[in-house]
């Protein structure tokens, strides 16, 4: 068990099969992919809408009866209603100096390697976003995880845990069971992966040298060079269609967390509860916390071992050793450290 990228289409593995036509997407895809657990586990999936995703869910059940010979049974049927997934639009513009670029002899290798802050800078507004964006109160933005999970007395309430914490310094851990039918990223219908690159310089007509000329622009001083403009463009969401797939343990404390566990939350325990709630869990299963609480946990474990107790162990993943409970893969995610206000009723 555990997260498994051969198994489901990851973006990396959607961008490939747009072939050359694809080629800046399948660049894009790898850079944002890069240092950041959760997006190289999550899967995509093209929605059904322009606009994301529409999901069919079942809110109530067809009754069912016992019946005896010659004798017939009510006539039921279920109900279903349907929930719009939205993609949000993510974007980044780039512009670097002509000179510079064509230096190698390459422009646009040189501006592709110039944007990748840009793209670093999306992995982690995306990585913060699928955590914890609202679009009820920010309309730009998609509905991550814990928005949906964040009610002890809501519809998802059985898949919550809580640790205790009453502070407002808490933070959570999610288990997370990925695939295409139970929650995964969605992007718009008829794009490539909802990733775009275009060329915005206006003027592409070659210099002496060979290159576009580029624009005009100005610099702080206001003073004009030429330069080369990229834009970049990342169409984006999330589709829960199983709740029974998430499973969130809120209210940890960490000023309470020891590596004994005299006080605070047994961050391990946690986790096999968490098992113990996630409905069938697939091949792209992981843990996700803090990357500052996986290292607590690994302490914990570590206590544990030495006193012959403990079920965490080593999963490895893309060449990687990474540590593991019940043979469930543990993501060090640096968007979940973020001061929690209490979860309640």
Known sequence: MGARNGALATLVDVTASYGEAGEAQGQIAEILEKDNPIIEDITWKEGNLLTGERTWVRTGKPGVSWRRYNQGVPKSKGTAGSVDEAAAQLAAASQMDRSLAVLGGNP???????????????????????IYGNSYFESKEFTGIMPRFNDLDGPNASQIIDAGGTGSDNRSLLLISWSEERVTGIYPQGTKAGLMHMDATANRNAGPDGYPIGDLVADEAGNDYLAYSDYFQWDCGLAVKDPTAVVRAANIDVSLLTMDRSTGADLEDLMIQMYHRLKNPGPNTAFYMPTPLAATMHRQALNDARG???VTGFEEIGGRKVPSVLGIPIRGVDAMNIDEARVTT
């Not at 390697?113 to 999306?122: G, I, T």
């Open 108 to 130: 646009a290798r040189a501006r592709m390697n110039f944007a990748k802050p840009f793209f670093q800078s999306m992995n982690e507004e995306f990585a913060e976003t699928l």
């Open 308 to 310: 012959g107790r403990g």
